[in-house]
């Protein structure tokens, strides 16, 4: 069976399959809408856990968790399951594309066989739609490719069943139930607030004060850790910012076109404004990319730790910049 | 960034046919998306972590033919994996399976337990066994 679904392509996963499962179901969202109203954007530092051998630095809200304040604030309902069993996990799947539902996948990355083989790690929150089933073979829909692609059974089960962090254990998510209308206006105006607290959080590793924690931490690593490892570190930062679709400033510029949509939808000017100045933020994030970027480029540095202090300046350039923008976005609304 | 400055690098995106959506203003000021076909910065980082792997593999496969290391910890390596990784897709405690690292210990191994890593790395038990890699 094939289900009628619209493939719209993405910046990123999650807010790609949540906007395309709520068009299709009748309800045009846009993709910076899911990322603004479920606070998607965020900085944290995640001192306790390491990918690829290196620090982990977040740019966005955990997975799974901007489609659960989207769904809370615009009043729709999810389901979703996780399965110990990967034969019930393919037969509840099974059921719901039989119903014409297409549904939302947490998946790995690392086995996924349309993606290009220097992007395939051991990445757990990657989300895709499944559309259909055809001999065997499921349709799906992953939002950050042009179009739609496919996946035998036995790859489906690799990639659902992916282990390590954040493993997806064959999770599924599908809207359930829809109000007659979103209540798009309120559900912004608590997005944008939980977002600026986000941002301003009074803990070390999150938001603005994260940022600061960060940049300290780069100055320190070219003599903690000797300039091959901190060229590492740095390496993985800047891959973080620049995940797959997010090209440039990331996901900053998926925030100011939230902004932009906000507040034309609100008719509030200051949203516009602070959206200009988010893009210029976004810019500078691209600087900071391209200026960590000619460290790491040349691995034998001489003079790096100057290099070092420099990126690390630029940091917290932007941490200032975050914090009175964010102290500003909170008073416009 | 503007839509005309969304960049259009060379990148390992090209090879699968792969481009990104981004976000970008156009003239007017309103927020429209353009398709990417890589940046360099991000590539360069990429490439690089790409480097380190590999540097990983070639080291361990050294360890392997020192008779330093069982090639248990040459396949995690090659699968781009770490302890706490392999650990988790073979169901083995993470300090089982790091003892399983040494020579001495994985050639006592029995069968059982071979045929869980060697399914994980989708390879036959002889090939796992081998240590002229």
């Not at chain 1, 299709?24 to 606070?39: A, D, K, L, R």
């Not at chain 1, 440039?248 to 906000?262: H, V």
């Not at chain 1, 970027?293 to 040349?298: D, F, P, Q």
């Not at chain 2, 302890?83 to 191994?109: D, E, M, N, Q, T």
């Amino acid at each position: 069976m094939e289900i009628d679904f619209k493939h719209k392509q993405a910046a990123h996963c999650e807010n790609g399959v949540v906007a395309n499962l709520m068009t299709h179901n009748g309800f045009t969202v846009s993709e910076p809408m899911v990322f603004g109203i479920g606070s998607g954007l965020l900085f944290s530092y995640i001192p306790f856990l390491k990918v690829n051998h290196a620090p982990v630095v977040s740019y966005r809200a955990m997975p799974g968790i901007i489609f659960t304040r989207f769904a809370k604030r615009v009043g729709i309902k999810i389901k979703r399951e996780k399965f110990s069993n990967a034969q019930t996990a393919k037969t509840r799947l099974d059921e719901n594309l039989e119903r014409n539902n297409p549904v939302g996948l947490q998946v790995g990355v690392f086995n996924l066989p349309y993606f290009p083989d220097e992007y395939r790690f051991h990445f757990n929150a990657h989300n895709m739609v499944v559309y259909g089933k055809r001999d065997g073979i499921y349709l799906i829909s992953d939002p950050v490719m042009e179009t739609v692609t496919s996946l035998t059974e036995k790859e489906l089960e690799k990639v659902r069943f992916a282990k390590g962090t954040f493993a997806p254990k064959g999770h599924i998510y599908y809207p359930t139930a829809f109000p007659k209308k979103l209540k798009l206006e309120e559900a912004i105006i608590k997005g944008i607030k939980h977002t600026c607290r986000d941002m301003l959080a009074p803990v070390p590793i999150v938001g603005v004060k994260g940022i600061r924690k960060i940049a300290k931490l780069i100055r320190k690593w070219p003599k903690s850790k000797g300039i091959k490892t901190a060229n590492h570190y740095l390496g993985q930062i800047v891959r973080m910012q620049e995940e797959i679709g997010t090209g440039g400033g990331g996901f900053r510029y998926i925030y100011a076109a939230f902004l932009q949509e906000a507040g034309k939808l609100l008719e509030n000017n200051k949203l516009l404004e602070l959206s200009k100045e988010m893009t210029l933020i976004g810019d500078q994030w691209r600087d900071f990319a391209v200026e960590a970027s000619r460290i790491y480029k040349n691995r034998s540095n001489s003079g790096a730790v100057d290099h070092y202090d420099h990126v690390a300046t630029l940091l917290e350039n932007l941490a200032n910049k975050e914090e009175v923008f964010f102290k500003k976005l909170k008073k416009a609304i | 960034m503007k839509k005309n400055e969304v960049p259009q690098d060379k990148s390992n995106l090209e090879s699968a046919n792969f481009k990104e959506l981004c976000y970008a203003v156009d003239e007017n000021g309103e927020y429209t998306t353009e398709l990417s076909t890589g940046w360099d910065p991000k590539t360069i980082a990429l490439n690089n972590a790409i480097e380190a792997i590999n540097e990983r593999i070639s080291d361990s496969k050294q360890r392997v033919k020192d008779q330093k290391v069982s090639p248990l910890e040459y396949y995690m390596e090659l699968h781009k994996m770490d302890l706490p990784i392999l650990a988790s897709y073979v169901g083995i405690w993470k300090w089982r399976v790091k003892r399983h690292f040494r020579p001495a210990i994985f050639k006592k191994l029995n069968k059982k337990t071979l045929q869980k890593y060697a399914e994980v790395f989708d390879i036959t038990i002889d090939e796992l066994q081998r240590t002229d890699l």
